[in-house]
């Protein structure tokens, strides 16, 4: 059976989500490719079917529906397409480019680069003339040179190089394409020379040291973000020890980093760093020990025990005047303002280390916390300029949302409680959006009466204690003998119809496909992807504001 590609892929999963024939032109439309392109595709599936499966034909005037036998076959395809027959986007393969180029230890040729993403050379080409108009939009100030004794390599300063890679990680393992993540990892564990800095020793000790550091750090590191962190720190010690630095660069490149020498966290990456070496031979310079306390700093937290220092004086003075702002212009209030300032003091502190060292911060629910929070978030961005101002710094989108999440989850709920359903809530997604669910659970499950919100680990460990009736968890990999309803960190609206459905039947049984009903019937007479897209979000919004 031949392997299929990325675009054949596409084409299978638009296929078997057809319920009415549909011709090419619109299928091509659909997906963004060309007429020719999609008969090539569809030649390609059908010389994958199995033989006793009827070919897939694009009837005149008619188009293409795949018959009970057809999807079958085609849900048998999709499943056989692992990482190691997926072919990777162009995007994804300047991303693999980039960090290879980075990392390697030897010379980096055409040759090589078309081994590790199993392509030809003309593409390869193509792809190293798009990321150098890739590198010349950003603000890294990097260029991708080539000579025959070094090969590929970047030429810029290193601190730029960290902050590139680091961006080019985040959109790797935050990007949520699990095939591509696999194929990635694969790809350069394998590496020759690159097995010590992947190994699960060496990662398993590094993140039970991380764990057991926290009590003496006196701060919680949002798991999500700790996992992250083993994921690319291995590419970010390769790159730094792979930059040809004189002395000089070297001796500037520390001072880069003396806001980090008195924190806390830069002891505990020294006495980690005494005991990879006492463990298992592997040296970190000062450089390296750096980086990892960098990271550490940068990293949002769960629980920080030192949000009151005298140290932090200043920045609460600010965050306080931008609530006190937040509420004279808006005539908002605030539940818990002394605990509201606490979580906002928590999350600047990494808040402001990432924007002092470039460290790209993405949040994966700006758009969902723009669509559904629009007037908080509005609210929050004009005032935000207080601690642009103060601080230096410029925030983004992704950096309002995130306030705006710790902004929700503190703010006056009028509904009355009513108790008739003990429930807890578990979400590792972070202490704001915790607190944001629970408001919103509490808006919503005018029945319930919410006992505690864990992480999945705090769960796990006081689970055989609890006396409640339910569960409402962000994660379906909770092992628990309760009834349980799974909802996004951010509510849709099907997930505010299946606590309102809760609320007023007292069942789980019943199970909301609003989104997906209100597709069909929009899919029917709207042909535009994007229309049908635009339409879509209008009307949710419209129920969401009217209605729920």
């Known amino acids: 059976m031949m392997i299929l590609d990325k675009k054949s892929y596409d084409l299978l999963s638009y296929l078997l989500k057809l319920e009415a024939p549909e011709t090419v032109m619109a299928i091509s439309q659909a997906l963004n490719q060309s007429r020719r392109k999609v ?24 188009g293409i529906l795949l018959s ?39 010379r980096v040729t055409i040759d090589k680069l078309m081994q590790i993403n199993d392509v030809s050379r003309n593409t390869i080409l193509n792809d190293l003339t798009e990321l150098r108009e890739e590198l010349e939009d950003k603000q890294y100030k990097i260029q991708l040179h080539v000579t025959k004794a070094r ?22 393992y935050q990007g949520g394409n699990s095939s591509f993540i696999d194929m990635f990892d694969r790809k350069l564990s394998e590496m020759q020379g690159f097995s010590v800095y992947f190994s699960k020793d060496i990662l398993t000790y590094f993140h039970e040291y991380l764990f057991l550091s926290q009590a003496s750090l006196g701060k919680t590191i949002n798991s999500q973000d700790s996992q992250f962190m083993l994921q690319i720190l291995p590419y970010m010690l390769l790159s730094y020890r792979n930059m040809r630095l004189n002395s000089d660069v070297k001796n500037a490149l520390k001072k880069d980093f003396n806001l980090i020498w008195k924190r806390k966290e830069y002891q505990i990456a020294q006495e980690l760093a005494s005991e990879l070496y006492q463990n298992f031979k592997l040296h970190l310079d000062d450089i390296e020990v750096s980086m990892v306390a960098m990271l550490m700093l940068s990293f949002r937290k769960d629980q920080d025990r030192h949000v009151e220092s005298q140290d932090y004086d200043d920045m609460r003075a600010t965050i306080s005047h931008f609530i006190d702002q937040l509420e004279s212009c808006y005539q908002l209030y605030f539940i818990h303002k002394q605990e509201l300032l606490k979580q906002l003091t928590t999350h600047c502190k990494a808040l402001i280390y990432r924007k002092a060292y470039g460290i790209f911060s993405v949040n994966p629910l700006t758009d969902h916390i723009k669509e559904k929070y629009e007037e908080l978030f509005a609210m929050a961005q004009s005032c935000a300029t207080i601690l642009e101002k103060d601080w230096g710094i410029s925030l983004t989108d992704d950096d309002v949302a995130y306030l705006t999440i710790h902004l929700g989850g503190e703010l006056r709920n009028n509904k009355a409680d009513q108790d008739k359903t003990k429930l807890v809530i578990v979400s590792d997604d972070g202490i704001g959006i915790q607190k944001l669910l629970l408001k919103q659970c509490q808006r919503y499950l005018a029945n319930g009466q919410i006992e505690a919100v864990f992480t999945t680990e705090q769960y796990q460990s006081v689970y055989d204690l609890l006396s409640v009736d339910m569960i409402v968890a962000t994660t379906d990999a909770l092992d628990t003998k309760l009834p349980m309803l799974i909802v996004n960190p951010i509510l849709s609206d099907d997930d505010i119809i299946k606590l309102i459905r809760f609320s007023k039947q007292g069942r789980l049984t019943v199970h909301s496909r609003f989104s997906t009903e209100l597709a069909k019937a929009i899919e029917t007479v709207v042909k535009d992807e994007s229309d049908r897209y635009a339409l879509t979000s209008k009307i949710e919004k419209l129920i969401h504001r009217e209605l729920l």
């Not at 692992?82 to 480019?97: F, G, I, P, Q």
């Not at 090969?151 to 790797?172: E, N, S, T």
């Open 39 to 62: 008969y090539y595709q569809l030649d390609k599936i059908n010389e994958a079917l199995p033989d006793e499966v009827e070919r897939i034909i694009s009837y005149p005037r008619i």
């Open 151 to 172: 090969g590929y390599y970047f030429d810029c300063h290193p601190m730029a190089l960290i902050q590139y890679l680091y961006k080019v990680l985040v959109d790797v």
């Open 68 to 106: 009970d036998t057809q999807k079958a076959a085609c849900r048998l395809l999709l499943e056989e397409v692992t990482d190691y027959n997926y072919v990777m986007k162009s995007d994804e393969r300047r991303r693999l480019s980039s960090i290879y180029i980075a990392v390697s230890t030897e």
